[in-house]
T-cell receptor
Framework: ETGVTQSPTHLIKTRGQQVTLRCSSQ?????VSWYQQALGQGPQFIFQ???????GRGNFPPRFSGLQFPNYSSELNVNALELDDSALYLC??????????????FGPGTRLTVT | QKEVEQDPGPLSVPEGAIVSLNCTYS??????FMWYRQYSRKGPELLMY????GNKEDGRFTAQVDKSSKYISLFIRDSQPSDSATYLC?????????FGGGTRLMVKP
């Protein structure tokens, strides 16, 4: 177990609604990244937060937004939900260094179903 | 062309077999390479990472990188039913990890 926790475990929402997912990072880590994993595919990078600011973003629209708090925990918010947003949402924590290894440790994920 | 490509499988082998899982990548600037294991309905778990070319061994697992061919491999010796999972190769690119699509492995007793 990595020590990264996510809540809730499962969520069912209706198209057009808004959702907030939460993540607590591993002790000693200062960076949180969010990924979307559709069924049968690899995770796709949404964005990363470091020192409470967005620190890189993948190819996701602005209705995907986030926050990082002083204790390094994080939220992912998705507005105007679409059916294609149904996926496993993964949070990964890491310790930001000048090296390029970028080891990220994942939580168990939140499975979002949009109907 | 995707930056990281992986055969989706599924790959089915008998217990005790040697398993070879592979990825190809397109960007020759990549230096670090990682393998994650993901059990059904769980988050990915970091198995191994390697830097540049060569081999790295950890117990029954060996990661191999061939930068000239842009090809990375994970070998599992003496495979066990508990190795049944999806294996994801991942490459750090800036702040993000770029993943392959994953290969589903089934080890049958």
């Amino acid at each position: 177990e990595t020590g990264v926790t996510q809540s809730p475990t499962h969520l069912i929402k209706t198209r057009g609604q808004q959702v907030t997912l939460r993540c607590s990072s591993q002790s000693g880590h200062n960076t949180v990244s969010w990924y979307q994993q559709a069924l049968g595919q690899g995770p796709q990078f949404i964005f990363q937060y470091y020192r409470e600011e967005e620190n890189g973003r993948g190819n996701f629209p602005p209705r995907f937004s986030g926050l990082q708090f002083p204790n390094y925990s994080s939220e992912l918010n998705v507005n105007a939900l679409e059916l294609d947003d149904s996926a496993l949402y993964l949070c990964a924590s890491s310790y930001q260094t000048s090296g390029r290894r970028n080891e990220q440790y994942f939580g168990p994920g939140t499975r979002l179903t949009v109907t | 062309q995707k930056e990281v490509e992986q055969d989706p499988g599924p790959l089915s082998v008998p217990e005790g077999a040697i398993v070879s899982l592979n990825c190809t990548y397109s960007n020759s600037a990549f230096q670090y390479f990682m393998w994650y294991r993901q059990y059904s309905r769980k988050g990915p778990e970091l198995l191994m990472y390697t830097y540049s070319s060569g081999n790295k061994e950890d117990g029954r697992f060996t990661a191999q990188v061939d930068k000239s061919s842009k090809y990375i491999s994970l070998f599992i010796r003496d495979s066990q039913p508990s190795d049944s999972a999806t294996y994801l190769c991942a490459i750090p690119a800036g702040n993000m990890l770029t993943f392959g699509g994953g290969t589903r492995l089934m080890v049958k007793p």
